[in-house]
């Protein structure tokens, strides 16, 4: 067959077969074409779903927040006293994800775990056995411990912001860990300590040995502090006078347990189960120290029982004057007039509220507010916060500082005039109802946070408007 017959016969036949596959290539072709934009498009989505998961995970690092709380106490006391359940008012209703709270000093080191939010530390003051022989060395080393314990702590549990419960001690460790970390630092005032100063002559901190010392330590830290929360206007104007600015300075009032608030529970009348069933009772709430002046209300006990032999003063809290005032109260012939009762808990202490005839506030901090609510008429001293609270003749009635002749003779007026006085607690209950609603003082302490973390100003949070009449 000649070369060019041939040639055309297998042209022709290519071109047959090319006429057969044409079509089968092309789906093949069609079908490799979408296998890839699919992978394509899986790999974006993945890409882009990674991107997303990444952006989250830092959206919630960053709005995750948690509170370290330095605090001059102990649980073991704070039990005692049954206010160990305040610490988990701190997390302010789950705005905090956790909140440490680190007790120093405290007689042994321990880790207990509250609830799913807190977890509370304890670091012992002495911790060194070898160094029993010199406390203060002991001392000295224990707060270094302390401390470095505290920075590891911040580090590998991420903490937004320090709140220490006091400019002394406490501020200082939180000043050193601010400066160290760079995370914002609160100051908390919980007192007129310069009212403390001058009635009782003590310290904060007994091993800071003088008043230049623990003075200096106060300028030092609410100088530097990025805020300052008090509970009353005189404790906020006690930090300002003391070096705190008044723009990073907010008064955020201290709210009590909520059985106070609880209308849904009456209070019970324990006049019967105390044997007092015939006698008018005066009671005094807190603890037994010299800054409460527990002695003045002893005194002020004789005065009264000098005019009326009915009347008992119960006394509820404990510290460390209660030997002292058992050997007062029996020295000048009351031993039938004042009954120590000691710790109470929070329950019973609203039920001894509400027994009361009078409520007695020599100085008083959170209980005040719970007499307040109770309903009771209370009779104030007219000193440090009282007056924020005890409006004279409306809510209540104000004496002199230190003048218990005046406030045995405000007692007796109470009970000479119980219709009187009665309008005069219900005035106090709907005024702490508005002024120390929880809902009211949760708002303003998150706006302080909220200031803290992102360093702008403080606003000040809305009250709402909240029933308190009480029938």
Partial sequence: MPLEKRRGRESANRTGVERVLSPARTIDVALSMIFFMILLLCGVFLVLVSKLRRQQAQHMKAKRRRLLCLVPATLETLQVKGV???????????????????????LRDRVVQLSLRHTILEFSQYHFSSLRAFPMMNLIASEARYLFSLLRLVKTEEISVIRAQDPYIQGANAFFLSKITGI???????????????????????????????????????????????????????????????????????????????????????????????????????????????????????????RRDDVVFLFVGDGPMRDDLQRLTNSIGLAEHVQILGFEPQERVRDLMYTADVIVSPLMGRALIEAALSGTPTVAYD???????????????????????????????????????????????ATAFHQFHPTTLLKQEIACFECVLSGGRIEEAPVPAVNSSRS
């Fill in 84 to 106: 160990a359940d305040a610490i988990l008012y701190r997390d302010l209703d789950g705005y905090f994800d956790h909140v440490y709270t680190v007790h120093f000093p405290a």
């Fill in 184 to 306: 914002p630092f609160l100051i908390s005032v919980h007192s007129n300590y310069d009212l403390t100063r001058r009635s009782t002559g003590g310290l904060a901190y007994r091993f800071l040995r003088s008043h230049r010392i623990e003075k200096a330590i106060e300028k030092f830290v609410f100088l530097r502090a990025d805020f300052v929360i008090a509970i009353s206007d005189d404790n906020r104007d006690f930090a300002i006078r003391n070096g705190a600015s008044p723009n990073k300075a907010a008064t955020v009032r201290l709210p009590t347990f909520p059985i106070h608030y609880d209308e849904t529970r009456a209070p019970r009348n324990l006049k019967s189960e105390l044997g007092l069933k015939e006698r008018k009772v005066v009671l005094y709430v807190g603890r037994l120290s010299a800054e409460k002046y527990p002695d003045d209300v002893v005194k002020c006990a004789r005065h009264v029982a000098d």
């Fill in 383 to 429: 000193v440090e916060w009282h007056r924020e609270l005890i409006r004279d003749h409306d809510t209540g009635l104000l004496v002199p500082y230190r003048d218990y002749a005046a406030m045995a003779k405000a007692i007796l007026w109470m009970l000479d005039h119980p219709s009187e006085a009665k309008m005069l607690g219900r005035h106090a209950r």
